[in-house]
């Protein structure tokens, strides 16, 4: 059974960074797309970032380029996201993905197993 789960949330003041990770298992992930995506309160959840896990081919959303850096470590099985500069409308859950087509999607449907979320809050 694959299991995601993600950690690193917390608070932090604008301008300021946080590293969230997303621990794998219950599959070799070689050829999967790991993805990140965020939801904020009354909002849609939205696409981050992905990352293929053989290559390490990166995608990132237009709102995120330049300050936040997806990579995964091979041996950990985790998938990492990089956040820097951070604003207050980046405050959201932010939650884990893994797509089995090995695909870069950055519609929801695209994934097929999700974590639990690990909430950021960034104050102004």
């Known amino acids: 059974q694959v299991q995601l789960v993600e950690s690193g949330g917390g608070l932090v003041q604008a301008g300021g960074s946080l590293r969230l990770s997303c621990a794998a298992s219950g599959r070799t992930f070689s050829t999967y797309v790991m993805g990140w995506f965020r939801q904020a309160p009354e909002k849609e959840r939205e696409f981050v970032a992905a990352?293929?896990?053989?290559?390490?081919?990166?995608y990132y959303a237009d709102s995120v380029k330049g300050r936040f850096t997806i990579s995964r470590d091979n041996a950990k099985n985790t998938v990492y996201l990089q956040m820097n500069s951070l604003k207050p409308e980046d405050t959201a859950v932010y939650c884990c993905?893994?797509?089995?087509?090995?695909?870069?999607?950055?519609?929801?449907?695209?994934?097929?197993?999700w974590g639990q979320g690990t909430q950021v809050t960034v104050s102004s």
């Open positions: 990352i293929k896990w053989s290559g390490g081919s990166t």
């Open positions: 993905a893994a797509a089995r087509a090995g695909v870069i999607f950055t519609a929801r449907s695209g994934y097929d197993y």
